[in-house]
């Protein structure tokens, strides 16, 4: 009913900058808030940022000042750029997307998951 898909994972050096994209489609009435969270091996699922659609924003204390999340509500489109990355930046980012579906059902669904790595 609902396909969520992120892009944008890669290999790159301490200090650089990636930015990650999340698409959610299908049976989709409205989106509410949309989110990005990661695990690296060994960890639990974080929160890294969340955004709703009025613009209201939630991040990491981690990530604060380094990422910014940001969101095309017209296009169900929700983006991660990440600057000043570090080596503990490193795991698989996974996008969120909860909403209504268009016969009234809420939905919450995630993504299958990009990796970014970070070498010092």
């Known amino acids: 009913q609902v396909q969520v898909v992120e892009s944008g994972g890669d290999l790159v050096q301490a200090g650089g900058s990636l930015r990650l994209s999340c698409a959610a489609s299908?049976?989709?009435?409205?989106?509410?808030?949309m989110g990005w969270y990661r695990q690296a091996p060994g960890n639990q699922r974080e929160l890294v940022a969340t955004i709703t659609t009025g613009g209201t924003t939630k991040y990491a204390n981690s990530v604060k000042g380094r990422f910014t999340i940001s969101r095309d509500n017209a296009k169900n489109t929700v983006y991660l750029q990440m600057n000043s990355l570090k080596p503990e930046d490193t795991a698989v980012y996974s996008c969120n997307a909860n909403g209504i579906l268009r016969y009234g059902s809420l939905f919450g669904s995630w993504g299958q998951g990009t990796q970014v790595t970070v070498s010092s």
């Open positions: 299908g049976t989709i009435l409205s989106i509410n808030t």
